[in-house]
């Protein structure tokens, strides 16, 4: 099956969302993304225990740090969806680059062009 998501997703695959640290995301971010999002497993099925659960708590809490430097927590979401569910997965991805692109850029941007120029 071909699935048909925006070209600006790019896919960074991990055993398990539980290995998605704060660090991974809030890097995401200050290296200029416009945003990040995690897709695990469906609450309660994950092959490793906790790992989803884990995710979605450091996916809340960088929300929370986003917010607290000015940014909007939103830039960041996790979805969840069985393995099954390729067509679910591109929704998710349209929906997040629409929820980007209504936001706008990430202010980020510019400092970290200037930066990695350097």
């Known amino acids: 099956m071909r699935l048909d998501y925006p070209v600006n997703v790019k896919i960074i695959r991990v055993p398990c969302t539980g290995k998605v640290d704060v660090m991974h995301l809030m890097r995401t971010i200050q290296m200029g993304a416009d945003g990040a ?3 695990g497993c469906l609450e309660g099925s ?3 225990k906790q790992g989803n659960l ?3 708590e450091r996916v809340m809490h960088v929300q929370k740090l986003l917010e607290e ?3 909007e927590g939103d830039r960041v979401r996790m ?3 069985s393995s099954g569910e390729g067509p679910t997965f591109a929704a998710y991805a349209k929906e997040m680059t629409e929820h980007i ?3 706008g850029p990430n202010p980020l941007k510019k400092w970290s062009t200037a930066t990695n120029k350097e």
Do not use: D, M, S, T
Request: net charge positive; aromatic share 16%; with cysteine.
């Open 37 to 39: 999002y995690v897709v």
């Open 46 to 48: 994950c092959h490793y």
């Open 54 to 56: 884990r995710a979605r």
């Open 69 to 71: 430097v000015g940014l």
């Open 79 to 81: 979805y969840n969806l």
């Open 101 to 103: 692109k209504k936001l």
